[in-house]
């Protein structure tokens, strides 16, 4: 009895009760609800490395234990240590960012991917230009920078020199392109000069806080530039739809902390105000919408679809460059999948280029080397035949 009164002895049966009541509960739990006893599944399967990596990591995520308390490390860590996991970077003044985005900017990415893939664009932006020329329709491309680019300085107190950055890949790749005659709206040195001009104890933001997309600043400025050039190049002329400017304040929760799934983080941060500006017509006053039979065609991926097809709806990128050329757009948005999948989507719909005589094809900068499927080759839908008069 004095050997068990000793307290080495209470810490040994606490450790024994930790490790051998939580697979009892586990296994109390799975009989309970009828459910296999998925600690004998690794008797069930041929031993190998994939098979028995998959059995540790069905056991971490059905154990009742790690379920219950994953969220509060995750939230501790996050709170504490200011550590965003695998897919978030907890920047300056409540600013965040996506962990791809600056690791495009600090690596270069391999040369090839999966078969018939490569991460070099060259190739399948010429391939898809010369595909539109030979129907008559122009392209131009406007790649979106990546947060991370134009808000270097948010990042950590050792960058706050830094107004923004360029990646060598980013500007390899923008000098090939202009030596090719690709024609690109150049967001890079707008946004740049846009902030280098700002006030900067005022300072208008272009991007979001807690997100990856740009602000409705940015999207406005980058809606005006767009335009500019199209104009400047004789591409379109302004037409004679007349559209107003709405404002249509959210709150919106940021998708860099949405993407880490964790409710007791999302639960603690206010979303983040955001005024957009919704685009209604002048005439009826009713929102934006797409016409099919529009002669200027918008492909492109989240960047596209923020405050358009979200939130407020009718206040995104292209409800804005359709306020600017005073016509209605038709846009065709992959979220995540402006490198490839975007036009993947497009040869699937063939009607989204009739009447078409411009492309414009945004992709986000990260893609130049780290796009969903790479960058493969992609042949046009069929031609429709003219619609019958």
């Known amino acids: 009895m004095n050997r068990l009164r000793d307290p080495r002895w209470s810490l040994i049966l606490a450790f024994l009760a930790v490790i051998g009541g939580v697979p009892a509960v586990q296994l109390a739990i799975e009989a309970v609800r009828d459910d296999r006893f998925r600690v004998f599944d690794i008797v069930s399967q041929v031993p190998s490395a994939p098979n028995l990596r998959a059995y540790e990591h069905g056991l971490e995520e059905a154990n009742w234990a790690a379920r219950a308390s994953r969220p509060w490390m995750q939230f501790a860590q996050f709170e504490w240590l200011r550590d965003g996991g695998s897919k978030a970077i907890i920047g300056q003044d409540g600013w965040y960012f996506y962990t791809p985005g600056l690791n495009y900017l600090l690596t270069r990415p391999s040369p090839t991917l999966r078969s018939g893939t490569t991460n070099d664009p060259l190739p399948a932006i010429l391939d898809f230009r010369d595909q539109l020329a030979q129907r008559g329709i122009r392209l131009i491309l406007m790649p979106a920078p990546n947060k991370e680019s134009v808000y270097p300085d948010r990042l950590t107190p050792r960058s706050a020199s830094l107004r923004a950055v360029m990646a060598p890949r980013t500007r390899e790749v923008l000098d090939r392109l202009r030596a090719a005659g690709v024609e690109?709206?150049?967001?890079?040195?707008?946004?740049?000069?846009?902030?280098?001009?700002?006030?900067?104890?005022?300072?208008?933001?272009?991007y979001l806080a807690q997100d990856t997309h740009w602000s409705p600043a940015g999207v406005t400025l980058a809606a005006r530039e767009a335009a500019r050039r199209l104009l400047e190049l004789g591409w379109v002329?302004?037409?004679?739809?007349?559209y107003d400017e709405r404002p249509a304040p959210i709150q919106r929760l940021g998708d860099v902390l949405r993407m880490l799934q964790v409710p007791t983080i999302s639960q603690h941060i206010a979303p983040e105000a955001?005024?957009?500006?919704?685009?209604?017509?002048?005439?009826?006053?009713?929102?934006?919408?797409?016409?099919?039979?529009?002669?200027?065609?918008?492909?492109?991926?989240?960047?596209?679809?923020?405050?358009?097809?979200?939130?407020?709806?009718?206040?995104?990128?292209v409800a804005h460059l359709a306020r600017?050329?005073?016509?209605?757009?038709?846009?065709?948005?992959?979220?995540?999948?402006?490198?490839?999948?975007?036009r993947r989507?497009?040869?699937?719909r063939p009607a989204f280029l009739r009447n078409k005589s411009v492309v414009l094809w945004?992709?986000?900068?990260?893609?130049?080397?780290?796009g969903v499927q790479g960058w493969s080759l992609e042949p046009l839908p069929p031609e429709l035949p003219a619609p019958a008069p």
């Not at 846009?194 to 300072?203: G, H, I, K, T, V």
């Not at 002329?237 to 007349?242: H, I, L, S, Y």
């Not at 017509?281 to 596209?304: C, K, W």
């Open 184 to 206: 690109v709206i150049d967001l890079f040195e707008l946004f740049a000069r846009a902030r280098a001009e700002d006030n900067p104890e005022a300072e208008t933001p272009l």
């Open 345 to 348: 989507e497009l040869r699937a």
């Open 274 to 317: 955001v005024p957009t500006l919704q685009i209604i017509r002048s005439d009826s006053g009713e929102p934006y919408t797409d016409a099919a039979e529009a002669e200027i065609l918008v492909l492109g991926d989240s960047f596209m679809r923020i405050y358009q097809q979200d939130e407020p709806g009718s206040a995104g990128f």
């Open 324 to 342: 600017e050329l005073r016509q209605p757009l038709m846009a065709l948005v992959n979220d995540g999948g402006g490198s490839t999948l975007v």
């Open 362 to 370: 945004e992709f986000v900068e990260r893609d130049i080397g780290l």
């Open 237 to 242: 002329r302004q037409g004679q739809v007349r």
